[in-house]
């Protein structure tokens, strides 16, 4: 073991001034806080700094002090305290680490009595992941621990906003290793996960709206078993919450084709870390186009995915202009509640009819499109119905209003007349 | 004298042509008055809707428990549900994904969007599926033979 250095030599000399000159008489909760009494006095900030965090840590609001993890004996004070013939073990290393979260995070009677909720199969699962692997397998003494994502002496649950894995704090949390090129330069990995993932429209709904089910990292990778999903996987994780297009994409030909190729199934087409907002210039063969990557226009694909962007684009342009027609006539005072009513289920047509794009079938999409297009007609007709009565009801009161008018200037010129004429006594 | 005979018979012409014109328009604004109000008094074919109440002719001992219904509020769609338990609730049915209308899943008892798979439970909350937040819940009153449906609050 090397000598301590300059700082730490007048740390211990503070620590056994302390030792020695506090009052041996202490009341029993300093009794069993007497590390935080120490790292306190000390004033040095890496000392002081985890005791003062502790106190806004979840463990600490359930009575767990420092030994449960450090070791060592809380009811002497100073180096007596530290005693390793107790326990003590300092700052754990990452090894030990996931040894003394596991001691109560992996004992079911024992967080029954704290949180019958929490799971207990962190640390199994943990060496499941990369992280763990490398850990247990190579001694990489870099990778992430359970202290990485939930730090050690600030731990709050994920529901709490602060939490370092809160849902919106998940992608900054990971990012700290994974968006750091050089302390990923060993693993040869991108590490533009993050940048890419905030501009994605998961991280979209997440930050501006605030929709917390939206997935961040840990969705798709696993939290204590983090992992790339793997080829095969990805249409699983994706289908965790997008099951019907991947039930639709399981049946379909590409899915067989993409294994064969060995092609992962979502993000050949949407990407995976910046999924951004879907389009129907998906199917075009255009620059967005998803299909003309593999499917050059003319071809039996590009062919089918024109098709399918045209019956797409019959039934938007169907449910817009009837919805445009039937809110004009709205607006105009026209009671067309009923047809808009209707035209909800064209626009369920719509939706699904987009989603069932992913069976890459022509008969599936126009079982969707053919009865949206239907319910678009007909609510279309009654909009232009309702527009055609406005026109009517609208010249019938430009007539009566001229009828009202002329009616005013006939009894006027009548009145006139009737003043202007020589009554009987006047002619005699 | 003869010139008096010339100066009345023109001004005749034009008092009974003044005449005609007075009783047809009078005319004319009578049936201008009455034709809008008989076509107010006349019922429309469709029915008239309001946005915060509707009012459903639907018998609630004949709807059965376990089941769900679309029923209009205003123009837009709602789900009227009885749960097992014999309640009647109801929803705004349009999804909290992307407005598809959603429907009752007898099997499950749940409330199921199946543009995306999207799960609701009988309290409209959002428990499957990528739905971000619970359907909007409406006030169901019985009254007598009819069901009242209302926006809260």
């Not at chain 1, 202490?26 to 069993?32: D, E, H, L, S």
């Not at chain 1, 870390?273 to 299909?291: N, P, R, V």
């Not at chain 1, 009819?353 to 969707?368: M, N, P, S, V, Y």
Request: aromatic share 6%.
């Amino acid at each position: 073991m090397s000598p301590p250095n300059g700082p730490s030599r007048v740390a211990l000399l503070i620590l056994l001034l302390i030792t020695y000159s506090l009052p041996t008489r202490i009341n029993a909760q300093q009794q069993a806080d007497t590390c935080a009494l120490c790292h306190f006095a000390l004033g040095i900030e890496h000392l002081t700094k985890p005791a003062e965090d502790y106190k806004a840590d979840i463990h600490a609001a359930n009575g767990f002090g420092c030994v449960v993890c450090h070791g060592g004996d809380a009811s002497k004070m100073g180096l007596d305290a530290m005693d390793r013939a107790k326990g003590y073990i300092g700052k754990p290393t990452r090894a030990q680490v996931i040894e003394v979260c596991g001691r109560c995070h992996s004992d079911a009677r024992f967080m029954r009595q704290y949180n019958p909720n929490l799971r207990i199969d962190q640390v199994a699962e943990y060496f499941t992941s990369v992280h763990g692997r490398r850990l247990r397998e190579q001694k990489d003494e870099k990778v992430a621990t359970c202290a990485s994502c939930h730090p050690a002496h600030s731990i709050r649950p994920p529901s709490d906003s602060r939490s370092s894995v809160h849902p919106a704090r998940v992608a900054q949390t990971c990012g700290t290793c994974h968006a750091s090129a050089e302390y990923m330069k060993p693993y040869k990995i991108p590490t533009d996960q993050v940048e890419k993932y905030i501009k994605s429209v998961h991280w979209k709904m997440i930050a501006s709206k605030g929709d917390l089910s939206a997935p961040t990292c840990n969705d798709c990778h696993g939290n204590h078993g983090a992992a790339p999903p793997g080829v095969s996987s990805v249409v699983h994780v994706c289908g965790q919450c997008h099951g019907v297009n991947t039930e639709l994409f399981n049946k379909s030909r590409h899915s067989k084709i993409f294994a064969q190729m060995g092609l992962p199934g979502c993000s050949s087409c949407h990407g995976n870390h910046e999924i951004t907002e879907t389009s129907d210039a998906m199917l075009s063969s255009g620059e967005k186009s998803a299909c003309a990557t593999c499917h050059p226009p003319g071809s039996s694909g590009g062919t089918l995915a024109a098709a399918m962007l045209g019956s797409i684009d019959r039934l938007k342009t169907g449910y817009e202009k009837a919805l445009v027609v039937l809110k004009n006539a709205e607006h105009a005072g026209m009671e067309v509640s009923q047809p808009l009513f209707e035209l909800n289920e064209a626009k369920t047509a719509l939706i699904k009819a987009r989603a069932t794009i992913h069976g890459f079938d022509q008969a599936i999409l126009d079982k969707e499109i053919e009865p949206g297009l239907k319910i678009s007609e007909n609510a279309y007709a009654r909009g232009l119905e309702a527009m055609d009565e406005l026109q009517y009801r609208r010249k019938g009161l430009a007539v009566s209003v001229l009828i009202i008018v002329a009616l005013i200037i006939g009894l006027i010129i009548k009145i006139r007349q009737m003043e202007s004429r020589p009554s009987k006594a006047d002619r005699k | 004298m003869a010139n008096d005979q010339t100066s009345v018979a023109p001004d005749l012409r034009r008092r009974s042509f003044l005449n005609w014109f007075l009783t047809t328009s009078a005319g004319a604004f009578i049936v201008s008055v009455l034709y809008p109000l008989s076509r107010y008094l006349v019922p429309p074919k469709a029915e008239e809707s309001t946005a915060h109440t509707v009012t459903l002719a639907i018998k609630p001992q004949e709807i059965k428990a376990n089941s769900g219904q679309i029923v209009r509020f205003g123009s837009q769609p709602a789900i009227l549900i009885k749960t097992p338990a014999d309640e009647l609730k109801a929803f705004a049915a349009a999804c909290t994904h992307l407005a598809c209308i959603v429907q009752y899943r007898p099997d499950i008892s749940h409330i199921w969007c199946a543009c995306h798979n999207g799960h609701f439970d009988l309290n409209g909350k959002n428990i499957e599926g990528p739905p971000p937040k619970p359907l909007e819940e409406y006030a169901v009153n019985v009254r007598g033979d009819q069901i009242v449906v209302s926006k809260k609050g």
